[in-house]
């Protein structure tokens, strides 16, 4: 159980255009979902918080207009990273806290995101 | 959320005990201690977590000292397929309003054959 998947596994895209990831929990209710990144060598950065049904919490630095969270149903939410730049060349993974008070979060595989 | 602090890189050999040390001196009295590891080019997995008392799962110990201050996560026989770089987080627990994770630098454990 608590399975937590990412579409796609990894993506190409062109300067300029826009990428969604999904994140879906396969097998539990979410009502919060987390985005991270991760560059090469580096730890995870939260990104945002995703409460369904709600607008998404940015940490500090992050930009909402850039990185668009939506959060429409229990089992997924979704990442729109708008007008890529190389600089947004990463890893992204999602997590997931079940709904029903367990508190672990249960982590997505990833996506790798290459901004050409 | 307490700072923890990991050696950045550990070596064990296949088949031995992997002990996995932690400090977090600054840990309040309702944070929990929580470990994860992260493969490589793969999500973080949730491995174990406790507050006070030693915990054992089907994957790991985790030895939380009598003050609380240093925890040790011990993989009992290390496998390569264990091979990973872990985290130690230390969080309030059940706090619905801020239950993001802070992950530090972690120890990259390298099983040796």
């Known amino acids: 159980g608590a399975v937590v998947s990412q579409h796609p596994s990894w993506v190409i895209c062109k300067s300029g255009t826009s990428v969604k990831i999904e994140c879906r929990s396969l097998d539990f209710q979410a009502t919060t979902m987390f985005w991270y990144r991760q560059f090469p060598k580096q730890s995870l950065m939260l990104m945002a918080t995703?409460?369904?049904?709600?607008?998404?919490?940015?940490e500090q630095g992050v930009e909402k207009d850039k990185f668009l969270i939506n959060h429409a149903s229990l089992t997924l939410s979704t990442l729109t990273v708008t007008s890529a730049h190389p600089e947004d060349s990463s890893f992204y993974i999602c997590?997931?806290?079940?709904?029903?008070?367990?508190?672990?979060?249960?982590f997505g595989p990833g996506t790798r995101l290459t901004v050409t | 959320d307490a700072k923890t602090t990991q050696p950045t890189s550990m070596d064990c050999a296949e088949g031995r005990a992997a002990n996995l040390p932690c400090n977090h001196s600054t840990i309040s009295g309702n944070e929990y201690v929580y470990w994860y590891r992260q493969i490589h080019s793969q999500g973080p997995q949730y491995i174990i977590h406790g507050l006070k008392n030693n915990e054992t799962n089907e994957m790991a110990s985790l030895i939380i000292t009598e003050d609380r201050k240093s925890s040790t996560l011990i993989l009992p026989h290390a496998t390569l397929r264990d091979t990973a770089v872990y985290y130690c987080?230390?969080?309030?627990?059940?706090?619905?309003?801020?239950?993001?994770?802070?992950f530090g630098t972690g120890t990259r454990l390298t099983i040796i054959p």
């Open positions: 987080i230390v969080r309030v627990a059940h706090n619905f309003g801020n239950e993001k994770l802070t």
């Open positions: 995703s409460n369904e049904g709600s607008k998404a919490t940015y």
């Open positions: 997590s997931a806290r079940d709904q029903k008070g367990v508190y672990e979060q249960y």
